[in-house]
C-alpha cells in the first residue's frame, strides 16, 4: 500500500480510531493484523517470506540467548546471518551476479548456463532482513533480550508505518514500545498529523514534480547535454531527498499519532559540510546500521589509515550495492567512499589553504562554500544512483558541462527557459517546482533553529491554522496525483 | 481527544468551506457558448426547448468547433445543443444526454453522431479523464453515481477539479477560425488511425457490454418524446471496422440511421483523415442535415 494513496488515507485513520478504541491488550493484535494487510495488499504470496524469516530469526535469537559456549552461540549466529543474506541474495543480487558471472565466462570460454530467475523483488526485503539481522547481533551482543512471542516480533519487523523503507528500527528502540500503553495525546497526535502532511508536501509537490524533468533526461540521456544534465541532476538530488524523507516523514508520523517513536532518518542533509556529515545526515537508520554492525566489527576507526581507508570503502560497497544490485550502485557507494577518505586525508591541508585564503576569518562564508562543494559531489554522485547504466552514467558525467558558458552567454538573446532548460514542460512547471524547493530550503534553513513543528504549536491557533491551510490547499493543487511509488521502495 | 475532535471538525469545516467556495467560482467564473468550451456541462441549459441536440464524440464535436455551432444553427435555421464531447463513447454520452432531460430541457431531435469504434474499447467509455474538462455538479455527481459509473472516473472528475489545470484553463476558448485542409489521403495515416481506435481490437464480448447502453439511450429518447437520428459520419478511412454489426443493432431498435461513411470524399473538405474541416460540415449541414431534419422518412436518397 503506497503512503500516497486513497487507500491509506482511509486505511490509517481506521486503524488509529481502533487502537484508540481497543483496550490495550488487543491492540498489537490489531497492528499486527493491520501490518499484515497492508503489505498483503502488494502481493500477498510474498508474506510467507516474511513469516518464515522472522520464524528463523525469534527460534534462533532465543537459542542464541540460551546457548553458554560462545563458539557454538557464534556459529548459530553465523548460521543465522548466512540464511539472511541468503534471502536477500538469492531475490536482490543473483541475477545481477549471475549475468556477470555469464559474462565473465564468455571471456574466458567457460561454460555457464545457469538462466536468471523470474521472482519479483520482495516489497521491502532489504529493510526488514537488515532489522532482523541487526535483532539477532544484538540479542548475540545482549544488547537487547530475545521476544519470546513470536507474533510480537513479528510485528517488530512488519509494523506497518516502517515496513517497506524503514527506518530500520533497533530492537531495542522499538520492540519495548509494543508492550507500552499508549493514551490519546493531543500534542503527540497531531504533531504527527503536521509530519505526515509535511511528508506528503515532499512527495507530491517536490518528489514527483522534479521526476517529470528528471525521466525525461535520464529515459534518453545521449539526446542531451550541460545544461539539461545540471536541470535534471539538480532535481534529482531534490528528488530523491523529498521522496525517501517525505517517506519517512510520513512513517514516523504515522508512528507518532499510534505513540510510537521511529528514529529520525534525515538531518537536512543537503546542509551537511562534508561527505562524512553527510552521511550523519542521509538515511541515518542505514548509515548507523553499517557502522554498528560492518564498520565497527572491522575495526572502525582505532586503526592506521590504510586500514581505516579499506574499512570505510568496504562499508561503503556494501552499502552501494544494498541499494541495488547494478554496478551503478556500487561506483556510487565507492565515490563516497572515496571522498571520506580524501576528506580525512587532506583536512590539514584543507584547513591550511583556508588559512591562507583568508577564508577562515568569515567562518559563515566558510560553511557556505563547505556546503555548497558538499552538494556539489552529492549531487554528482547522484548521477550513477540515477543512470540506467554505467555506459550512460559516464555520458551524463563526462557531458556534464557541455555548452554550459554558452548557455549563460545566450541568456540576454534567448531567454533563461530555453527547451534545454524546460525539457518539454512549461515555464510555470518549472517555476512551481524550484519553488516548492525554494520553499523547502527556507522551512530547513528555519528548522536550525528547532523544530519548525513545535515552533508552530506555540503559536496561537489564528497564526498557525492559515499556513496549515495554505499547505493543505498546496499539496491539493500543486501534487502530483498519479501514486507514484516511493523510489526506495525497489531497494 | 475532545480536544481533537472539535479542532478537527472545525478544520475540517473550513477546507470544506473553502472547497465549496472555490467550485462555486470557477464554476459560475464564465459563460459559455457551445464552440467556446470542450465540456459539455457547461452549456447544457435548464427548462429550455431546443430544436436539436447534437450528440457523439470528435465527429460530433467538430459541428461545435470553430464557431461551426453558430453556422450549423444558421444553416439549419434551427436551436441546436452539442453535448458531444472528444473520444467519449457511448457510456458518458448517455449520461450527458439523460443530464440534459433531467434539467426539464427538451428537444424535438437528436442526433447522435456514432461510430462502432466506440462499443469496442473500454477507452472511449471509461477512461478516467470522461469528466476531467466538466464543472463539479452535484446532481451531475449524484447522477453518475446512480448510474454506476466507474469509482476511478469519479475520484478523478473530484480531484480534477483541485488542480492548477482546471483553476487556470476554463477561460471560453477564441472563436478559432482558422481551418485545416487536408492534401491528399495517406493509406498509412488512414491504418494509424484506424489502430488508434480499435485500440483492442473487435472484441463481440466488448460489444455486447456496451450495446446495452444503446438500448437505454434510445429508451431516454422515447421517454422524452424526442426523434432519435444517428448517423455515421463522412471520413476517409473506408467502411469502419464493426460498423454492419453496429448498424444490425441500430436496425433491431428501429431507429433511424444514416450512413455517410464514403459520401464526401474530397480531402480538401478534412483537416485530418477522420475529421471534416469547417468547410465540410458546412458542406455536410446544408447538403444532409437539412434534409434529414425535414423530413420523418427513415429511407431519404441524398
Not at chain 1, 63 to 86: E, G, Q
Not at chain 1, 390 to 398: L, R
Request: glycine share 4%.
Amino acid at each position: 500500500m503506497l503512503f500516497n494513496s486513497l487507500h491509506y488515507l482511509i486505511f490509517f485513520p481506521s486503524v488509529v480510531v481502533a487502537y484508540f478504541i481497543l483496550p490495550h491488550k488487543y491492540r498489537w493484535i490489531l497492528l499486527l493484523s493491520a501490518s499484515l494487510y497492508f503489505y498483503m495488499v502488494w502481493r500477498p504470496e510474498y508474506i510467507i517470506l516474511i513469516i518464515i524469516s522472522v520464524l528463523f530469526t525469534y527460534l534462533g535469537a532465543n537459542k542464541i540467548a540460551k546457548i553458554t559456549d560462545s563458539i557454538t552461540k557464534k556459529r548459530l549466529l553465523v548460521i543465522l546471518l548466512v540464511f539472511h543474506t541468503f534471502l536477500l541474495g538469492f531475490f536482490k543480487y543473483f541475477n545481477f551476479f549471475n549475468k556477470e558471472f555469464v559474462t565473465l565466462s564468455e571471456k574466458f570460454g567457460w561454460s555457464h548456463s545457469l538462466s536468471n530467475h523470474k521472482l519479483l523483488l520482495p516489497l521491502g526485503i532489504s529493510f526488514y532482513t537488515f532489522q532482523a539481522m541487526a535483532y539477532l547481533i544484538d540479542v548475540y551482543r545482549k544488547k537487547v533480550k530475545p521476544e519470546k512471542n513470536y507474533f510480537r516480533l513479528l510485528l517488530y519487523i512488519i509494523f506497518f508505518p516502517q515496513l517497506v523503507a524503514g527506518p530500520i528500527e533497533r530492537a531495542s528502540h522499538l520492540l519495548h514500545q509494543f508492550y507500552e500503553k499508549h493514551l490519546f495525546d493531543y500534542e503527540r497526535v497531531t504533531n504527527g498529523i503536521k509530519l505526515i502532511g509535511w511528508g506528503l508536501f515532499k512527495k507530491l509537490v517536490i518528489a514527483d514534480r522534479a521526476a517529470i524533468f528528471v525521466n525525461v533526461v535520464y529515459s534518453e540521456p545521449t539526446e542531451y547535454m550541460g545544461i539539461s544534465f545540471v536541470v535534471a541532476t539538480v532535481l534529482f538530488a531534490f528528488q530523491i531527498y523529498c521522496d525517501f524523507s517525505g517517506y519517512s516523514d510520513i512513517a514516523i508520523g504515522s508512528a507518532q499519532v499510534l505513540g510510537f517513536n521511529l528514529m529520525e532518518n534525515f538531518r537536512r542533509p543537503y546542509f551537511a559540510k562534508s561527505i562524512g556529515e553527510f552521511w550523519n545526515r542521509w538515511h541515518i537508520s542505514l548509515s548507523t546500521w553499517f557502522r554498528d554492525y560492518i564498520y565497527i566489527p572491522l575495526g572502525g576507526n582505532r586503526v592506521a589509515l590504510p586500514r581505516w581507508s579499506y574499512n570505510i570503502l568496504i562499508t561503503f560497497l556494501l552499502s552501494g550495492l544494498w541499494h541495488g544490485a547494478a554496478w551503478t550502485f556500487i561506483i556510487w557507494g565507492a565515490i563516497h567512499g572515496l571522498m571520506i577518505v580524501i576528506e580525512k586525508t587532506t583536512k590539514k591541508w584543507r584547513r591550511k589553504i583556508a588559512i591562507i585564503l583568508g577564508v577562515s576569518k568569515f567562518p559563515t562564508f566558510h560553511s557556505y562554500i563547505q556546503i555548497v562543494s558538499t552538494f556539489f559531489i552529492v549531487t554528482i554522485s547522484w548521477i550513477f544512483f540515477r543512470a540506467e547504466s554505467t555506459k550512460e552514467a559516464w555520458y551524463i558525467f563526462s557531458h556534464f558541462f557541455t555548452g554550459i558558458v554558452n548557455y549563460f552567454v545566450a541568456i540576454p538573446s534567448s531567454g533563461f527557459f530555453t527547451p534545454e532548460v524546460l525539457l518539454g514542460q512549461s515555464p510555470q512547471r518549472f517555476i512551481i517546482t524550484f519553488g516548492a524547493i525554494a520553499f523547502l530550503i527556507f522551512v530547513q534553513l528555519m528548522q536550525r533553529k528547532g523544530s519548525i513543528i513545535k515552533f508552530l504549536s506555540a503559536k496561537p491557533i489564528y497564526m498557525r491554522w492559515p499556513i496549515y491551510v495554505i499547505i493543505l490547499w498546496s499539496i491539493i493543487f500543486l501534487g502530483q496525483f498519479g501514486e507514484n511509488q516511493f523510489i526506495y521502495f525497489v531497494f | 481527544m475532545k480536544k481533537f475532535f472539535i479542532h478537527g471538525i472545525i478544520f475540517i469545516s473550513i477546507n470544506i468551506f473553502i472547497a465549496t467556495f472555490y467550485i462555486w467560482f470557477t464554476n459560475n467564473q464564465y459563460t459559455y457558448s457551445n464552440s467556446q468550451t470542450g465540456s459539455a456541462l457547461f452549456i447544457i441549459p435548464k427548462n429550455t426547448k431546443v430544436d436539436i441536440l447534437i450528440m457523439g464524440s470528435s465527429h460530433a464535436g467538430i459541428f461545435a468547433d470553430a464557431g461551426n455551432h453558430e453556422r450549423v444553427e444558421k444553416i439549419l435555421n434551427k436551436k441546436v445543443v452539442n453535448v458531444s464531447k472528444a473520444a467519449a463513447g457511448i457510456v458518458p454520452e448517455k449520461l450527458f444526454l439523460e443530464y440534459f432531460f433531467r434539467h426539464g430541457n427538451s428537444t424535438k431531435e437528436i442526433l447522435y453522431i456514432i461510430e462502432p469504434a466506440i462499443f469496442y474499447s473500454s477507452v472511449w467509455n471509461e477512461s478516467n479523464f470522461f469528466l476531467e474538462n466538466e464543472p463539479l455538479y452535484a446532481d451531475f455527481f449524484w447522477l453518475s453515481l446512480r448510474e454506476g459509473i466507474d469509482n476511478d472516473v469519479l475520484v478523478n472528475y473530484l480531484k480534477s477539479k483541485f488542480s492548477l489545470f482546471w483553476a487556470t484553463w476554463r477561460k471560453p476558448l477564441k472563436n478559432n477560425i482558422e481551418t485545416y485542409s487536408l492534401d491528399a489521403v495517406s493509406n498509412e495515416a488512414i491504418q494509424k488511425r484506424l489502430n488508434f481506435l480499435y485500440p483492442d481490437g473487435q472484441n463481440e464480448i466488448v460489444f455486447d457490454k456496451y450495446k446495452v447502453k444503446l438500448a437505454e439511450v434510445i429508451d431516454i429518447a422515447k421517454a422524452n418524446n424526442a426523434k432519435l437520428t444517428f448517423i455515421y459520419p463522412p471520413t476517409l478511412l473506408g467502411d469502419a471496422p464493426g460498423s454492419e454489426r453496429l448498424t444490425q443493432e441500430i436496425s433491431y431498435y428501429e431507429a433511424r440511421l444514416f450512413d455517410f461513411t464514403n459520401e464526401i470524399i474530397d480531402p480538401s473538405l478534412y483537416s485530418d483523415h477522420d475529421h471534416l474541416n469547417t468547410a465540410g460540415v458546412v458542406r455536410f449541414t446544408t447538403d444532409y442535415l437539412v434534409t434529414i431534419f425535414s423530413s420523418n422518412s427513415s429511407t431519404i436518397s441524398f
